[in-house]
């Protein structure tokens, strides 16, 4: 559990700071006050994508073992 935590949190860090940081810049440009909207952007997004990894993750993980497990076995019998 806490390799599932920590891995969440990592890939929050840094999907959560290019996607924001892309954002800001394309929406609003280098502003003055840049840095302060991209900060409050990131921790938003921050808060909300860890438990959303937390609780989505080990559902698209299943989904996408039984889509390689289908794999697979189709290589086997053909």
Known sequence: MKQKIAFAMIM???TTGIISF????????FV???LVIWLKSWIMAY??????????GP???????????DAVTQEFEE
């Open 59 to 69: 559902r698209v993980q299943k989904m996408v073992e039984a889509l390689f497990k």
């Open 47 to 56: 808060t909300i994508v860890i438990p959303v990894i937390l609780l989505v």
């Open 32 to 34: 003055a006050n840049f």
């Open 12 to 14: 929050g860090v840094i």
């Open 22 to 29: 892309s954002l800001v810049s394309i929406n609003i440009g």
